[in-house]
């Protein structure tokens, strides 16, 4: 089973953003972190910024939107050249309908879970979305440490994906290292969001390699 890549450029030099998307160029996905400094305490940028970052990036585009009314606002980024859109399921009102309509726009919908959000009520609606995003620590901020108390829910989500026999992906994001990433892919995820993991280290590709290879090894 592959294990995709996905860096976080919330750890990327916002001045030199070009220059280090073009660093995770042998990554699966460039993740970009919509904030809107009411879903979470952090902002980040909008559509504009997204749009250019979606022109020059060498990967496609994951957007993880942390905002308020993504009934409104998603379907704007798939607009803008993303290639999948993930909105969160505690500030959608009807997740099913934006769902559609995204994959009506021809981009992966995703749906994403704060760490006290179960995925109970979702699993008879998983052939809506085509990933689930288990957030590994609460949104907002680059640099956390992942919560182990995430694992068991990737690991129910991994269950009800193959029982549903649907190809969901399941996504991890916040605190994704050498050290955690094993235990995530063992728990089930396929797609792992890493950001000052991959930022922060000296040899950029060579992190994602590492990052890669060690989830391989786990991932069922
Ligand atoms: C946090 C964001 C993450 C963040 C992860 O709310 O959604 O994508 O960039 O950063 P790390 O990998 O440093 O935990
Ligand atoms: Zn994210």
Redesign the pocket.
């Known amino acids: 089973m592959p294990a995709r890549i996905a860096p976080?450029i919330?750890s990327a030099d916002f001045v030199n953003l070009e220059r280090d998307l073009g660093a995770i160029a042998t990554a699966d996905y460039a993740?970009v972190?919509v904030m809107d400094n009411h879903f979470v305490p952090n902002l980040t940028l909008g559509l504009p910024v997204f749009e250019r970052i979606a022109q020059v990036s060498p990967v496609p585009i994951d957007a993880?939107l942390?905002i308020e009314d993504p009934d409104r606002w998603a379907p704007g980024f798939a607009e803008a050249g993303a290639a999948s859109v993930?909105f969160h399921a505690e500030a959608a009102t009807a997740p099913v309908r934006l769902a559609r309509e995204l994959r009506g726009r021809g981009v992966r919908a995703g749906l994403?879970l704060r760490p006290a959000t179960p995925i109970e009520p979702y699993l008879d609606l998983l052939p809506e979305f085509d990933m689930i995003?288990v957030?590994t620590v609460e949104?907002g901020f680059g640099g956390q440490s992942f919560i182990e108390g995430t694992l068991p829910k990737i690991r129910r989500t991994r269950e009800a994906v193959g029982a549903s026999g649907q190809d969901v992906w399941i996504q991890v994001?916040?605190g994704i290292s050498r050290a955690t990433i094993e235990r995530a892919a063992d728990a089930g995820a396929d797609v792992f969001?890493a950001?000052s993991a991959v930022y922060g280290a000296e040899n950029v590709p060579d992190e994602i390699a590492a990052l890669r290879d060690l989830a391989a090894a786990h991932v069922h």
Request: hydrophobic letters at 40%.
């Open positions: 976080s919330l993740h972190d993880h942390m993930t994403a995003l957030m949104p994001d916040g969001v950001g």
